[in-house]
């Protein structure tokens, strides 16, 4: 069955003029025009295609081989590109603009800015709708089970706060990146890799941008080894080193390098100097 808000693969019925009709099964056909088709493809009666299934400005079934930013059921940071009195309509990357409704705002917005919405299909009218409430769609709490310490999740960077960035773990819960863990640049609408530093005992979730405990040791010293190889068997880091510049260069908390190059001292690997290291001979 044709899915409204998702990439479908149909069957071609038919060809006609104007494009192709597509089997929606309990939809009926659904009209794939010329114009959504992508360049330099064929297709005949009985082929299959991959396709988004939407409705055009007529409320009329109507599907594209262009694949969008977003599909429903999920999360995305979009340009808002025009507004009217129904509401925001944002960039997602096909001919029809999405709409953001007046009522599913959050705050004031203008054309320009990007928003990070949520995309849902409205159970009455059918119309692939965005909302910025995402409070609605997201568990603010999990459990050691959920999340356990230290698993690796997908990450979608929404917004700034004072306490660092929140975060989509999985398109499913909100976490935070506390700022003592942002030894890199990120901004509100990344998508990046991240781990379970804690689920808090009221079930909060804290992020980080690098590998936790024993494991993200071993790969940061093999990580220092390989640049100190690279650089002729120096390194102008150092435990006392600055902990921009070893964030600049490793991406982590000075904490953590001290640590792996302690690691490194400790197997006869390195020499620790106070302005630099080197690879023991």
Known sequence: MALI????????????DFGVYLDGTVHGDILLPNREITKNTELDEEDWVNAFVYRDSEDKLIATMHKPKVQVGQFASLKVVDINRVGLFLDWGLSKDLLLPHSEEKRPLQVGDYCMVYVYLDPHTERITASARLDRHLKDT??????????????????RTDLGFKAIINGKYWGLIHKNELFRFVRPGMQIEGYVRLVRDDGR???????????????????????????GGSLALSDKSDPQIIANAFNVSKGNFKKSIGGLFKQGLIIIYDDHIELKA
Do not use: C, F
């Open 142 to 159: 999990a459990t050691n089970e959920e999340l356990p310490k230290g698993m690796q999740v997908d990450l979608l960077v929404a917004e």
């Open 205 to 231: 979730i804290s992020l980080s941008l690098q590998k936790q405990g024993h494991e993200m040791r071993d790969e940061l010293g093999e990580q220092i080894l390989q640049r100190l190889k690279d650089n």
């Open 5 to 16: 808000g998702q990439m479908n693969t149909l069957q071609v019925l038919r060809k006609v």
